[in-house]
């Protein structure tokens, strides 16, 4: 039994594997909209701006969760479970946050006269809203993912120490959050 | 048992160890028929699905011909079923453009993405790289279900009072972004963004589980390339389709702003029933983009699978080693690489920069060298074979003489200046119903009739199984031959009544004869479905546990296995997949040790 052991540990687990395929795919889909972001940026009717202060500092948030989340990733591996659920909650409220100053974000660009959606929307505002938008969702379904693992610990009798779930989860956070540092550069660049 | 636990532990610990045992727990009725995580079941149901979808989509073209074959019939039985999509017994334009882009979306995608790579996928890998399940049995589940959620909204669609979409199968901008431009715009067109979105998740659940399993579960001395041909394919195939959907993903999201915030992306510069819209700024030409970075890898997610099929059914039924094994496999990887770098090959005609244009040029003509490869290595895979012409076998042939007629066209259409003549013509039908459609059912066919008795452990009926292939065969061109020479004349596609143009009316009698092979070949395929529901039940058993003679995991089986697919352990592999005829064997089958003399391949 001990060779297998290692055969396995060596071995990628097929969940993990599933997610960096996954995350293969989500690069492709933010791949298609920033690049129809640059095709359109070319064509004449496009306005430039400057982004709202408030998507610099969901940046911060962003970038400060992903911190909270590998802290809390830790404190599990080291079977310390209070600070592994109190770290764990922070990084949920952190996306809360993140979330909320994105969404205000949208709406201070509305209220700049810079119209996203609607008549005499721009192209340039709309595709801020489209693709931000999208990412949102994509924070969305990780704090929904760690309502689920949270959810498990407590449906579950018997104790669980199985990380896996833990490890996926921070892997797509610190995806979510690059995604979203790429986005905030690309977006500052290419106004 | 050391093998498999290293492969599988940590996937479904407790189900191996319940598999040891051979006996199953708390299977019901709903958990072994419905919800079943076993890939064996799942791939029955994406096939019989499939088949449920190939029957309507089918019937649509039946539908969509008799207009175009007798544009001036009265029938007032249509009357009768359809109500006033068919006034005065007289199929109304409308309900020709939604008969029309509804086919194309249940063939192209229900059928022969999802039917086809679901069956195949689903029933093969695990059979034959040597594994109990997939990696995650359960998103294999949760992709079928999505399937069927995707499948009843479009289902749904075709029943609203204003119709299913109804502007092409690629729904192009403006048309499809502006609910006011026709019927099929309304709420039939927003059917159609949300059952698409639901299928692309239903595929990208399956090919995220296709692709690790295969990278990961392998059994003992299953390397890469001593894998069959047909999961090559279809990991090529999940690969083009995780890269690929995501893109078409986005284009709908911005689809459905356009639609319904007033956004402007796709749409400038639009007069609609005499008001001036006003939308600003955006550009349709961008939706073509998004649509066919996906659209063409997407033809190859369909002809992929049914390359690999073939070979694998060819090179059992000819006897012999699949010819130049590397090669195919190469060419496989070139063709899936090239797929995506042509996609404008769609768009010469949009204005695209003529340099640009030349450059998509050659790589489109790049893609004829692997192609040419992989059809050289069929032939000289049957020359001199010996060969039984089992159903599965003739489908076979059919499928690489198709594939040559349609990919020959091909090369015509991807010089660009040829195409600015052929674009939105007959010839294009033609060219694409050759090379894919028929090719893939080919394919597929060949993949039904030859992995049948490992489904159900009966044969399906021969003679029906000929017939069907040689109507299929004849029909096929029959109907598709004569739309080249339409299509040189000019004759361009999707039009309602071609009798009123003093150009075309000369071809009126030729559509009348298409049509009548398009219905006799519809029969036909229904009588194939009556042999396939007819020989689960009644067909002559199996009793053998390797009916073809054949190499690869899947017959070393038990006849009718249960979940976990060997009772015992997973059996170790030795070598690769086509030794057949060779030193005077007539198969080898992957399991046997190589011997001390013996050369491997
Ligand atoms: C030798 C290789 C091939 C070449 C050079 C080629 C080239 C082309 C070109 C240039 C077009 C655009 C025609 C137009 O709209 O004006 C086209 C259309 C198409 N091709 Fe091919 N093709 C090849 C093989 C294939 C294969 C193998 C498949 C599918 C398995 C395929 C499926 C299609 C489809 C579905 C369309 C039409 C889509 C539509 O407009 O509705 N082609 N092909
Ligand atoms: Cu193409």
């Given at each position: 039994?001990?060779?297998?052991?290692?055969?396995?540990?060596?071995?990628?687990?097929?969940?993990?594997?599933?997610l960096?395929l996954?995350?293969?795919?989500?690069?492709?889909?933010?791949?298609?909209?920033?690049?129809?972001?640059?095709?359109?940026?070319?064509?004449?009717?496009?306005?430039?701006?400057?982004?709202?202060?408030?998507?610099?500092?969901?940046?911060?948030?962003?970038?400060?969760?992903?911190?909270?989340?590998?802290?809390?990733?830790?404190?599990?591996?080291?079977?310390?479970?209070?600070?592994?659920?109190?770290?764990?909650?922070?990084?949920?409220?952190?996306?809360?946050?993140?979330?909320?100053?994105?969404?205000?974000?949208?709406?201070?660009?509305?209220?700049?006269?810079?119209?996203?959606?609607?008549?005499?929307?721009?192209?340039?505002?709309s595709?801020?809203?489209?693709?931000?938008?999208?990412?949102?969702?994509?924070?969305?379904?990780?704090?929904?993912?760690?309502?689920?693992?949270?959810?498990?610990?407590?449906?579950?009798?018997?104790?669980?120490?199985d990380?896996?779930?833990?490890?996926?989860?921070?892997?797509?956070?610190?995806?979510?959050?690059?995604?979203?540092?790429?986005?905030?550069?690309?977006?500052?660049?290419?106004? | 048992?050391?093998?498999?636990?290293a492969?599988?532990?940590?996937?479904?610990?407790?189900?191996?160890h319940?598999?040891?045992?051979?006996?199953?727990?708390?299977?019901?009725?709903?958990?072994?028929?419905?919800f079943?995580?076993?890939?064996?079941?799942?791939?029955?149901?994406?096939?019989?699905?499939?088949?449920?979808?190939?029957?309507?989509?089918?019937?649509?073209?039946?539908?969509?011909?008799?207009?175009?074959?007798?544009?001036?019939?009265?029938?007032?039985?249509?009357?009768?079923?359809?109500?006033?999509?068919?006034?005065?017994?007289?199929?109304?334009?409308?309900?020709?453009?939604?008969?029309?882009?509804?086919?194309?979306?249940?063939?192209?995608?229900?059928v022969?993405?999802?039917?086809?790579?679901?069956?195949?996928?689903?029933?093969?890998?695990?059979?034959?790289?040597?594994?109990?399940?997939?990696?995650?049995?359960?998103?294999?589940?949760?992709?079928?279900?999505?399937?069927?959620?995707?499948?009843?909204?479009?289902?749904?669609?075709?029943?609203?009072?204003?119709?299913?979409?109804?502007?092409?199968?690629?729904?192009?901008?403006?048309?499809?972004?502006?609910g006011?431009?026709?019927?099929?715009?309304?709420?039939?067109?927003?059917?159609?963004?949300?059952?698409?979105?639901?299928?692309?998740?239903?595929?990208?659940?399956?090919?995220?589980?296709?692709?690790?399993?295969?990278?990961?579960m392998?059994?003992?001395?299953?390397?890469?390339?001593?894998?069959?041909?047909?999961?090559?394919?279809?990991?090529?195939t999940?690969?083009?389709?995780?890269?690929?959907?995501?893109?078409?993903?986005?284009?709908?999201?911005?689809?459905?702003?356009?639609?319904?915030?007033?956004t402007?992306?796709?749409?400038?510069?639009?007069?609609?029933?005499?008001?001036?819209?006003?939308?600003?700024?955006?550009?349709?030409?961008?939706?073509?983009?998004?649509?066919?970075?996906?659209?063409?890898?997407?033809?190859?997610?369909?002809?992929l699978?049914?390359?690999?099929?073939?070979?694998?059914?060819?090179?059992?039924?000819?006897?012999?080693?699949?010819?130049?094994?590397?090669?195919?496999?190469?060419?496989?990887?070139?063709?899936?690489?090239?797929?995506?770098?042509?996609?404008?090959?769609?768009?010469?005609?949009?204005?695209?920069?003529?340099?640009?244009?030349?450059v998509?040029?050659?790589?489109?003509?790049?893609?004829?060298?692997?192609?040419?490869?992989?059809?050289?290595?069929?032939?000289?895979?049957?020359?001199?074979?010996n060969?039984?012409?089992?159903?599965?076998?003739?489908?076979c042939?059919?499928?690489?003489?198709?594939?040559?007629?349609?990919?020959?066209?091909?090369?015509?259409l991807?010089?660009?200046?040829?195409?600015?003549?052929?674009?939105?013509?007959?010839?294009?039908?033609?060219?694409?119903?050759?090379?894919?459609?028929?090719?893939?059912?080919?394919?597929?066919?060949?993949?039904?009739?030859?992995?049948?008795?490992?489904?159900?452990?009966?044969?399906?009926?021969?003679?029906?199984?000929?017939?069907?292939?040689?109507?299929?065969?004849?029909?096929?061109?029959?109907?598709?031959?004569?739309?080249?020479?339409?299509?040189?004349?000019?004759?361009?596609?999707?039009?309602?009544?071609?009798?009123?143009?003093?150009?075309?009316?000369?071809?009126?009698?030729?559509?009348?004869?298409?049509s009548?092979?398009?219905?006799?070949?519809?029969?036909?395929?229904?009588?194939?479905?009556?042999?396939?529901?007819?020989?689960?039940?009644?067909?002559?058993?199996?009793?053998?546990?390797?009916?073809?003679?054949?190499?690869?995991?899947?017959?070393?089986?038990?006849?009718?296995?249960?979940?976990?697919?060997?009772?015992?352990?997973?059996?170790?592999?030795?070598?690769?997949?086509?030794?057949?005829?060779?030193?005077?064997?007539?198969?080898?089958?992957?399991?046997?040790?190589?011997?001390?003399?013996?050369?491997?391949h």
């Amino acid at each position: 039994m001990g060779d297998v052991m290692t055969v396995e540990q060596k071995k990628i687990h097929p969940y993990k594997f599933n997610l960096w395929l996954g995350l293969a795919g989500i690069i492709m889909m933010f791949a298609g909209l920033t690049s129809a972001y640059i095709v359109k940026r070319s064509q004449p009717g496009w306005e430039s701006f400057t982004l709202p202060r408030i998507f610099l500092y969901s940046t911060i948030v962003m970038l400060v969760s992903s911190v909270t989340i590998q802290v809390a990733l830790k404190a599990f591996r080291e079977r310390e479970m209070a600070r592994y659920r109190l770290f764990f909650g922070i990084t949920a409220i952190l996306g809360i946050v993140f979330m909320i100053m994105q969404i205000n974000g949208f709406y201070q660009f509305q209220a700049n006269g810079m119209k996203m959606i609607g008549i005499g929307s721009n192209p340039a505002y709309s595709f801020i809203l489209a693709i931000a938008g999208v990412h949102v969702l994509h924070v969305l379904g990780g704090l929904i993912a760690m309502l689920v693992i949270v959810s498990r610990v407590y449906g579950k009798k018997k104790r669980n120490y199985d990380s896996v779930p833990i490890e996926i989860m921070t892997t797509y956070w610190h995806f979510v959050d690059l995604l979203w540092v790429y986005l905030f550069v690309f977006f500052s660049l290419l106004h | 048992m050391s093998n498999e636990i290293a492969v599988q532990h940590g996937v479904i610990p407790h189900e191996v160890h319940e598999h040891h045992d051979g006996h199953h727990h708390h299977e019901t009725f709903i958990t072994k028929y419905v919800f079943s995580q076993d890939h064996k079941m799942i791939a029955k149901q994406f096939l019989i699905t499939g088949i449920i979808w190939a029957i309507v989509g089918g019937l649509m073209s039946v539908l969509f011909r008799i207009q175009l074959g007798y544009p001036d019939a009265t029938l007032p039985w249509l009357e009768d079923i359809f109500g006033h999509w068919a006034k005065d017994g007289k199929i109304q334009p409308e309900f020709y453009y939604a008969l029309g882009t509804m086919h194309g979306t249940i063939l192209v995608f229900f059928v022969l993405t999802a039917g086809l790579s679901g069956t195949f996928a689903n029933l093969l890998i695990p059979y034959q790289v040597g594994a109990r399940d997939m990696a995650s049995p359960f998103m294999n589940m949760l992709s079928y279900w999505f399937f069927v959620l995707a499948s009843i909204i479009i289902m749904a669609s075709l029943f609203v009072q204003t119709g299913p979409a109804s502007g092409g199968w690629t729904v192009y901008p403006p048309l499809s972004a502006l609910g006011d431009a026709s019927q099929g715009s309304k709420i039939g067109m927003d059917l159609w963004l949300i059952s698409m979105a639901m299928f692309v998740v239903s595929q990208l659940l399956g090919g995220l589980n296709y692709v690790s399993t295969i990278l990961n579960m392998r059994t003992k001395g299953m390397t890469m390339t001593r894998l069959p041909l047909t999961i090559w394919a279809i990991l090529f195939t999940a690969i083009l389709g995780i890269l690929s959907f995501p893109v078409l993903f986005s284009g709908f999201i911005l689809l459905l702003f356009d639609r319904h915030l007033g956004t402007s992306f796709y749409l400038s510069d639009i007069v609609l029933g005499g008001n001036i819209l006003p939308n600003e700024g955006g550009s349709p030409i961008l939706y073509q983009h998004l649509f066919w970075f996906l659209g063409h890898p997407e033809v190859y997610i369909i002809i992929l699978p049914t390359m690999g099929l073939v070979s694998e059914v060819m090179s059992i039924n000819a006897r012999k080693p699949i010819f130049g094994y590397m090669a195919m496999i190469a060419s496989m990887f070139a063709i899936a690489l090239l797929a995506f770098l042509v996609w404008a090959h769609h768009m010469f005609v949009t204005g695209l920069n003529p340099f640009l244009g030349s450059v998509f040029v050659l790589l489109t003509l790049l893609i004829a060298v692997p192609s040419a490869i992989k059809v050289f290595n069929w032939i000289t895979t049957l020359w001199r074979g010996n060969i039984r012409f089992t159903p599965g076998m003739l489908f076979c042939v059919g499928f690489v003489s198709m594939f040559i007629s349609g990919g020959l066209t091909g090369i015509f259409l991807g010089n660009s200046t040829l195409d600015l003549h052929l674009h939105d013509t007959y010839f294009v039908i033609a060219h694409f119903h050759i090379v894919m459609g028929v090719s893939a059912f080919m394919g597929m066919f060949a993949g039904i009739y030859h992995w049948f008795p490992k489904m159900y452990g009966r044969y399906m009926n021969n003679t029906m199984g000929y017939i069907h292939f040689w109507v299929t065969m004849v029909c096929a061109y029959v109907i598709f031959w004569p739309m080249h020479y339409e299509g040189f004349a000019g004759m361009p596609r999707r039009y309602y009544d071609y009798s009123g143009w003093e150009s075309f009316k000369h071809f009126v009698e030729l559509n009348r004869v298409i049509s009548f092979a398009a219905i006799l070949s519809f029969l036909v395929q229904l009588m194939f479905v009556f042999n396939f529901f007819y020989s689960i039940f009644k067909g002559r058993k199996v009793t053998t546990q390797n009916p073809w003679g054949a190499n690869t995991l899947e017959w070393t089986t038990p006849i009718r296995p249960g979940h976990g697919n060997w009772p015992g352990e997973i059996p170790e592999v030795h070598r690769w997949a086509y030794d057949y005829g060779k030193d005077g064997k007539d198969f080898i089958p992957q399991t046997e040790p190589v011997g001390k003399d013996e050369s491997t391949h």
